[in-house]
């Protein structure tokens, strides 16, 4: 079965730093643009980040630019997403999708991971 699966995620207070992984599991995630999501309780789901397959262009929410860096190995089939400087309104559960090219309809998504941050 083809599918995504976050880890990483976890209960850090304000300041800390977490690193979400995106791993492909029957899947070659080096076809793929990946993109990272996050949905809060209460608010609709939010693009947080996005890499080009080939790793050579990024895109970053306003909210988080300065402080999340996405990277990707493809020789071990994942994508990182690096959260520095959490803030507690970074909590929420994080997705990643497959998909053609940024923006682009997914093809494949994650169950997600929580982050929580608080003091």
């Known amino acids: 079965q083809s599918q995504l699966v976050e880890s990483g995620g976890g209960l850090v207070q304000p300041g800390a730093s977490l690193r979400l992984s995106c791993a492909g599991s029957g899947i070659t995630l080096d076809a793929y643009a990946i993109g990272w999501f996050r949905q809060a309780p209460g608010k609709e789901r939010e693009g947080v980040s996005c890499?080009?397959?080939?790793?050579?262009?990024?895109n970053y929410a306003d909210p988080v630019k300065g402080r999340f860096t996405i990277s990707r190995d493809n020789a071990k089939n994942t994508v990182y997403l690096q959260l520095n400087s959490l803030k507690p309104e970074d909590t929420a559960v994080y997705y990643c999708a497959a998909a053609d090219y940024c923006s682009g309809p997914a093809y494949y998504w994650g169950l997600g991971t929580q982050v929580t941050v608080s003091s």
């Open positions: 890499i080009t397959s080939s790793g050579g262009s990024t």
